[in-house]
């Protein structure tokens, strides 16, 4: 496998006697999308200022693109693209004057820039209010902005804090597909910080789990529900005549059946023990001649997976 694009050492900071990030080793790859969640408060926005830079770890090193974040942070973020948690627009200047001032920050050439806002503009669907002052902008379009001022130099990895927190659906939607465009696409490494874990399960190859600075989890979605909750839950079809038979038979089994069985209509649902205790109960039922028509596994979720780790706490 090629060498990571971004990895850390043992990285910590501290601000004043509180440690914010706490001995993180992490390797993030090239294409991948990354999701890191946890708490408010957990240490993301800060690991994500560390990677880039834009403050020095206390102790550990973070190296993004090969390059150490903290003694070559300028040549990194030529490279970077970062979304910040609230991000700072010039609400006195139009959305296309915002961008075309970045687009000089970030030495595009001159000759390219009215064309890459255009598009960019176009892609976020704000040209037709890309003359009106941001000022007049709502947090949605707002947000957009920020996304496409941090795309604007095409960076290989780019950092997205919180990118939906506050868009409606739609805009949420689009900024999925985005993301997935730029990974798969264009082999883009993008890492999230998401509070969202619809999101994150849906968008994220591998994500992690920070508690108080310290990484609790690392996986893909499915190796996390599969590591983290244990239960299974079903849904059973049989025979209509036998729906009483199949309840009693899973309510006489707890060492398979966690809880109760819920019915309605002919549907049976029921939360088992784990994966083994599929065949198990399914010779139960064909030893009792009860004809099961369907028994479909529902996949545990990454929400699930937090409420594990953080034993339930909001
Ligand atoms: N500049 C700072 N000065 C003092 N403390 C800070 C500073 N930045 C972060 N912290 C503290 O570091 C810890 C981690 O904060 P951070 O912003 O990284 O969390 P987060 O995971 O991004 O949370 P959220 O989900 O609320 O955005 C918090 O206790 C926070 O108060
Ligand atoms: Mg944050």
Do not use: W
């Amino acid at each position: 496998m090629s060498s990571p694009v971004i990895q850390t050492f043992s990285l910590s900071r501290d601000f004043g006697d509180k440690r914010a990030v706490d001995g993180l080793n992490l390797e993030v790859h090239a294409g991948e999308i990354f999701g890191f969640l946890g708490h408010n408060g957990a240490g993301k926005t800060t690991t994500v200022r560390l990677l880039n830079g834009v403050i020095d770890p206390t102790s550990g090193t973070a190296h993004v693109l090969g390059m150490d974040a903290r003694t070559e942070g300028s040549i990194l973020r030529a490279r970077t693209g970062v979304l910040t948690e609230t991000p700072s627009l010039d609400e006195r200047l139009t959305a296309r004057d915002n961008l075309s001032i970045y687009a000089d920050l970030y030495s595009i050439p001159r000759q390219n820039v009215a064309a890459r806002v255009n598009a960019l503009l176009t892609e976020f669907e704000l040209s037709d209010r890309a003359d009106e002052k941001v000022g007049g902008y709502s947090k949605g379009m707002k947000q957009r902005l920020a996304l496409a001022r941090a795309l604007l130099h095409q960076p290989e990895v780019l950092f997205l804090d919180e990118p939906t927190s506050g868009l409606d659906p739609v805009a949420a939607k689009h900024v999925h597909t985005l993301v997935e465009h730029l990974a798969r696409r264009e082999g883009r490494t993008v890492f999230l910080c998401t509070h969202n874990l619809v999101e994150a399960q849906k968008l994220c190859d591998r994500v992690a789990v920070m508690e108080q600075g310290r990484l609790v989890a690392l996986g893909t979605p499915t190796e996390l529900t599969r590591q983290y909750v244990k239960r299974l839950d079903v849904e059973l079809e049989v025979d209509p005549s036998q729906v009483e038979l199949a309840l009693q038979i899973l309510r006489e089994t707890p060492r398979l059946v966690l809880g109760s069985p819920k019915q309605e209509k002919d549907m049976i649902t029921a939360s088992l023990a784990g994966r083994d205790a599929i065949p198990e109960l399914l010779s139960l039922f064909v030893n009792k001649d009860l004809r099961v028509y369907r028994l479909a596994p529902q996949e545990a979720n990454l929400e699930e997976v937090y409420f594990a780790l953080n034993g339930g706490a909001a």
